[in-house]
Each structure stands twice: as structure tokens, then as C-alpha cells.
């Protein structure tokens, strides 16, 4: 068997050797088995991955963290049920600072319940249930001003200003919390609203709000004075307090990210509702996420969107902050649930490189002359396409022709002009020129030297190039309709 046909069934056999084993890492990655009594679910099946989870900002532990907002970097803002305290995280989830004192004064903290921040004008705005406040800070936390606002429950951040929801209408402020206007009042019909923990600003002025209370989301338009103007409404209100038949139970959290797409946190039922904002369509319910594992939550309140698929929710009653992706199910794959994965796959490709480069043949003067003087000039062509020798060779055999085939078509001039006085034969010269760069030996490239005979090709070998006997080439190979040379 040539040696080049032994290399290349060595390559396929480590290859088919690394597909196999990825074949079985895919098939651990994927799971497969049903999960005991006891054991860690499988989570990452469902499409929600747990990222991170967090207990501390500082040398201190999450206890009760309830709001929770996100800016447009994806940097975290959380505030605590009963502390005083806003805490920053970066994206990654790695604490920042925090700032805030309890108490009754200006820009104190007495029950914090929502957060959201504004990249754009550096500030974060915290809406205070027991000082009926919406609070203004710096990013570094320095008090700015605040406004008072009956009721307020969860502030966010449109284009038209600062939205507030409350325990009834819709509030819009100015960016220095001037009252602009109050839509809708407390109650159950569409366009009112009760208690609602959190509102969504949409494209084209829409507001997205889970309705809390009555168990519902609706999308409306900052219009209207006893009902804001409804666009469409999911859900309806609880016949009863325990009413089963509800969509949702308590939908507490609600993010928007940057397909769309709403997400919806029910903290009583622990599911999270992905749906289409236009519509008001669900397009995937992930469910059975109560628990004290990754990725499940007890009494979760709140959830922000970081960019990409991922996301942050204020997991209450765990005393934690988690950073979770959320895949829909046709986004669910080992791939998207492992992005390294993708890695893998380079190692299957490069072994493989090399068999489909073709080589790139390097010729001495002395092997171009022998085939064309044995008539297996159009054998060497054949078999590399072009054939890169020096300038001065291609010179001399640019016009030869060997049955109607010019030989100067499929030269390729490579190095410097004519030999200076002093300079290495042909042969060495050639070999230096076939040197692979950095570059070739990453890529693999394949660089031979086509030599007359054995001695030629033992120069080139100590030259640093890869010798390939003209008789062990074109040995291999016959023209179309000539019969191959006797063994």
C-alpha cells in the first residue's frame, strides 16, 4: 500500500475513534436516564440551564431578595425584603457594591420592593412599599431625589419616561419624577389592575403587566383614565382565593428579551411562561421548578433579562439570586445547552485537514526533465494541478510541450530571480522554497519536493524539505486509456 494511502486510513481510523467518542459524550451530555427518588433533576433536558447561583454581595448573605432589575449590559440590581440595602452584581453575577440605610429619611430604605436602572442616564430607580417612595440613585448609589407615589410596588425604564405600577393605575414620571400621567384603576376588569409586581415596557408604546391579583397579563397602551386601552389580556381573575383553573397563580416577575419574547414568573405555581408579546401566544411553559437545587426556586419573585438566553431571578425563599438560560424547545440541543461542545467538534476536523488539502508539489528542473523525456509530464499534472518550481526553470520549460500539452500552463514560479554567484544548487533551493511558514504547519499544509532520483532526494531531505521519488509518483498513477506499466 503507498505510504500516503496508509496515512490517510491511520487518519480515518482516529477520526471514526474520536467520533465515537463524541458520539458517547453527547449521550452523557444528553441524559437519558430517569432521574431517582432523591437525585438532582435533570434540569438541563427542559431547556432551563442553571449558570450561577448566589448567596452573598460582599461578606454578607442574600436573606429575602425580592426585586431585581437588570440594564442594558446586563448588570444585576436586587434589593432585600427586610434590608435596606441595593446590591450590584455584574452580568457574570460577581459583586459589584451596595448601598442604602434603613430608615425614614431621604433616599433611606424602610421595604424595597422593586429595581430597575437606566444605562443611558447612570441612574437606578428603587420603588419603597413602606415609604410609598420611588427612590432615585447614581450608579455608585448616591441619592439623587425622590417622589412620592401611593402604593408603589414596581418601577421600569421606556423611552417616554418612568413607568410605576402600583397597587391600581399605572404611573408615568419624567426623568426627574414629575407626574406625567396615570392610566387604569384597581379592579378586575380589562384595563384595570390589582397589585400588579411588575410591568414590561414593549415596542410602539405597549406596557406589559402582570397583573398580579387577578392572575393575569395583560398589554395595554398608556391611554385611558377608569381602564388603560387593552391590546390583549391571558389569564382572568380567580373565581376563588384558590381557584385551579386560574392560567396563572401569582404571576410575580415578568422580563421581555431581545426576541420578543415575555417571560413570566409565577411564584406560587414555580413555572416560568415564555409567551409572544404581540399575541399574548404561549409558546413554552417550563413547570416543576419548585426545590432547593440549581436551577429551582422556592417562592421566587422577580426575573431580569441579561441578554442572549439568560436571565436572573430572585429565588426568595432559597435566600439566593440565580443566573439560569432558558431554552425554547426548539433552541433545546446539546449544543445550545453546551456552547463549548462546538469545540469538540475541532478536534473530529483536524485530523481530517489534511486529506482533503491537496498537496502542493514542489519540482526540480532534473524531474521535469525526466518526465518529459519518458512522456509523464501530463502524469505529474494530473496528479497536482500546478507545479511551482524556480524562476529560471520555468523560464526554460515554459514553451516545451508534451503530446499537445503546454508545459508553462501549469508552472507556478516560486523564491527569487536567476541564482546569484555563490548561491545553492537548484535542488536546495527548491527545498527551502517548499518550507512550510507557521502558518502552513497550523493548517497542515502538505508541501513535497518531486526529485529526479534518490541522491537528488536525499539533498533535498537534508535541506529541510520532504522528498517525493519522481519514480514512487508517477508509479502510482496511469493516464486515462493507456495501460498501467508491468509490475
Given at each position: 500500500m503507498p505510504r500516503s494511502n496508509r496515512r490517510n486510513v491511520v487518519l480515518l481510523g482516529v477520526a471514526a475513534l474520536m467520533l465515537l467518542g463524541l458520539a458517547g459524550f453527547y449521550l452523557y451530555l444528553s441524559g437519558g436516564g430517569e432521574s431517582?427518588?432523591?437525585?438532582?433533576?435533570?434540569?438541563?433536558?427542559?431547556?432551563?440551564?442553571?449558570?450561577?447561583?448566589?448567596?452573598?454581595?460582599?461578606?454578607?448573605?442574600?436573606?429575602?431578595?425580592?426585586?431585581?432589575?437588570?440594564?442594558?449590559?446586563?448588570?444585576?440590581f436586587v434589593t432585600l425584603r427586610d434590608g435596606a440595602p441595593v446590591i450590584a452584581y455584574d452580568r457574570k453575577g460577581d459583586f459589584v457594591r451596595s448601598w442604602g440605610t434603613r430608615g425614614y429619611r431621604s433616599g433611606q430604605l424602610l421595604s424595597p420592593t422593586g429595581v430597575a436602572a437606566d444605562s443611558r442616564s447612570g441612574r437606578v430607580y428603587v420603588t419603597d412599599r413602606g415609604r410609598l417612595r420611588l427612590i432615585c440613585y447614581d450608579r455608585q448609589g448616591t441619592f439623587e431625589w425622590e417622589t412620592p407615589i401611593l402604593g408603589a410596588l414596581s418601577p421600569a425604564v421606556s423611552g417616554d419616561g418612568l413607568l410605576v405600577s402600583t397597587h391600581g393605575p399605572l404611573v408615568l414620571l419624567d426623568d426627574q419624577g414629575q407626574l406625567v400621567k396615570q392610566v387604569g384603576t384597581r379592579g378586575r376588569m380589562p384595563g384595570q389592575f390589582d397589585f400588579a409586581h411588575a410591568l414590561v415596557p414593549g415596542d410602539g408604546g405597549s406596557v406589559y403587566v402582570a397583573d398580579t391579583d387577578n392572575a393575569r397579563i395583560q398589554a395595554v397602551k398608556m391611554s385611558g383614565t377608569t381602564t388603560a386601552t387593552v391590546q390583549w389580556v391571558y389569564g382572568r381573575p380567580p373565581a376563588r382565593q384558590d381557584d385551579p383553573d386560574t392560567k396563572f397563580g401569582v404571576p410575580a416577575?415578568?422580563?421581555?428579551?431581545?426576541?420578543?419574547?415575555?417571560?413570566?414568573?409565577?411564584?406560587?405555581?414555580?413555572?416560568?411562561?415564555?409567551?409572544?408579546?404581540?399575541?399574548?401566544?404561549?409558546?413554552?411553559?417550563?413547570?416543576?421548578?419548585?426545590?432547593?437545587?440549581?436551577?429551582?426556586?422556592?417562592?421566587?419573585?422577580?426575573?431580569a433579562y441579561l441578554g442572549g438566553d439568560t436571565f436572573a431571578v430572585s429565588d426568595t425563599y432559597n435566600d439566593r439570586i440565580q443566573i439560569v438560560r432558558l431554552l425554547l424547545p426548539e433552541e433545546n440541543n446539546v449544543f445550545n445547552r453546551n456552547p463549548w461542545t462546538k469545540w469538540l467538534l475541532l478536534l473530529l476536523v483536524v485530523p481530517l485537514l489534511p486529506l482533503f488539502r491537496r498537496?502542493?508539489?514542489?519540482?526540480?528542473?532534473?524531474?521535469?526533465?525526466?518526465?518529459?523525456?519518458?512522456?509523464?509530464?501530463?502524469?505529474l499534472a494530473g496528479i497536482y494541478k500546478r507545479l511551482h518550481v524556480l524562476p529560471e526553470v520555468a523560464d526554460e520549460f515554459r514553451d516545451r510541450f508534451e503530446s499537445g500539452v503546454r508545459v508553462g500552463d501549469f508552472l507556478v514560479p516560486v523564491g527569487a530571480g536567476a541564482p546569484a554567484d555563490g548561491e545553492p544548487p537548484g535542488d536546495v533551493r527548491i527545498a527551502e522554497a517548499a518550507r512550510r511558514s507557521a502558518a502552513g504547519r497550523l493548517l497542515l499544509a502538505r508541501h513535497v519536493v518531486v526529485c529526479a532520483d534518490e541522491p537528488q532526494c536525499g539533498r533535498v531531505r537534508e535541506a529541510g524539505g520532504k522528498a517525493a521519488p519522481y519514480e514512487q509518483v508517477v508509479s502510482e498513477y496511469v493516464l486515462e486509456g493507456e495501460a498501467p506499466a508491468p509490475a
Amino acid at each position: 500500500m503507498p505510504r500516503s494511502n496508509r496515512r490517510n486510513v491511520v487518519l480515518l481510523g482516529v477520526a471514526a475513534l474520536m467520533l465515537l467518542g463524541l458520539a458517547g459524550f453527547y449521550l452523557y451530555l444528553s441524559g437519558g436516564g430517569e432521574s431517582g427518588e432523591g437525585k438532582k433533576p435533570d434540569l438541563a433536558s427542559t431547556g432551563l440551564v442553571p449558570v450561577r447561583t448566589i448567596y452573598k454581595y460582599g461578606k454578607n448573605n442574600l436573606v429575602k431578595p425580592v426585586g431585581i432589575g437588570s440594564d442594558e449590559q446586563g448588570n444585576i440590581f436586587v434589593t432585600l425584603r427586610d434590608g435596606a440595602p441595593v446590591i450590584a452584581y455584574d452580568r457574570k453575577g460577581d459583586f459589584v457594591r451596595s448601598w442604602g440605610t434603613r430608615g425614614y429619611r431621604s433616599g433611606q430604605l424602610l421595604s424595597p420592593t422593586g429595581v430597575a436602572a437606566d444605562s443611558r442616564s447612570g441612574r437606578v430607580y428603587v420603588t419603597d412599599r413602606g415609604r410609598l417612595r420611588l427612590i432615585c440613585y447614581d450608579r455608585q448609589g448616591t441619592f439623587e431625589w425622590e417622589t412620592p407615589i401611593l402604593g408603589a410596588l414596581s418601577p421600569a425604564v421606556s423611552g417616554d419616561g418612568l413607568l410605576v405600577s402600583t397597587h391600581g393605575p399605572l404611573v408615568l414620571l419624567d426623568d426627574q419624577g414629575q407626574l406625567v400621567k396615570q392610566v387604569g384603576t384597581r379592579g378586575r376588569m380589562p384595563g384595570q389592575f390589582d397589585f400588579a409586581h411588575a410591568l414590561v415596557p414593549g415596542d410602539g408604546g405597549s406596557v406589559y403587566v402582570a397583573d398580579t391579583d387577578n392572575a393575569r397579563i395583560q398589554a395595554v397602551k398608556m391611554s385611558g383614565t377608569t381602564t388603560a386601552t387593552v391590546q390583549w389580556v391571558y389569564g382572568r381573575p380567580p373565581a376563588r382565593q384558590d381557584d385551579p383553573d386560574t392560567k396563572f397563580g401569582v404571576p410575580a416577575g415578568m422580563a421581555r428579551d431581545a426576541k420578543g419574547r415575555l417571560y413570566v414568573l409565577d411564584g406560587f405555581r414555580h413555572t416560568i411562561t415564555a409567551m409572544d408579546a404581540k399575541s399574548g401566544k404561549v409558546l413554552h411553559t417550563w413547570t416543576d421548578l419548585e426545590g432547593d437545587y440549581d436551577g429551582l426556586f422556592r417562592l421566587p419573585t422577580g426575573i431580569a433579562y441579561l441578554g442572549g438566553d439568560t436571565f436572573a431571578v430572585s429565588d426568595t425563599y432559597n435566600d439566593r439570586i440565580q443566573i439560569v438560560r432558558l431554552l425554547l424547545p426548539e433552541e433545546n440541543n446539546v449544543f445550545n445547552r453546551n456552547p463549548w461542545t462546538k469545540w469538540l467538534l475541532l478536534l473530529l476536523v483536524v485530523p481530517l485537514l489534511p486529506l482533503f488539502r491537496r498537496k502542493k508539489a514542489f519540482v526540480t528542473s532534473e524531474a521535469l526533465e525526466r518526465s518529459l523525456r519518458e512522456e509523464r509530464f501530463r502524469v505529474l499534472a494530473g496528479i497536482y494541478k500546478r507545479l511551482h518550481v524556480l524562476p529560471e526553470v520555468a523560464d526554460e520549460f515554459r514553451d516545451r510541450f508534451e503530446s499537445g500539452v503546454r508545459v508553462g500552463d501549469f508552472l507556478v514560479p516560486v523564491g527569487a530571480g536567476a541564482p546569484a554567484d555563490g548561491e545553492p544548487p537548484g535542488d536546495v533551493r527548491i527545498a527551502e522554497a517548499a518550507r512550510r511558514s507557521a502558518a502552513g504547519r497550523l493548517l497542515l499544509a502538505r508541501h513535497v519536493v518531486v526529485c529526479a532520483d534518490e541522491p537528488q532526494c536525499g539533498r533535498v531531505r537534508e535541506a529541510g524539505g520532504k522528498a517525493a521519488p519522481y519514480e514512487q509518483v508517477v508509479s502510482e498513477y496511469v493516464l486515462e486509456g493507456e495501460a498501467p506499466a508491468p509490475a
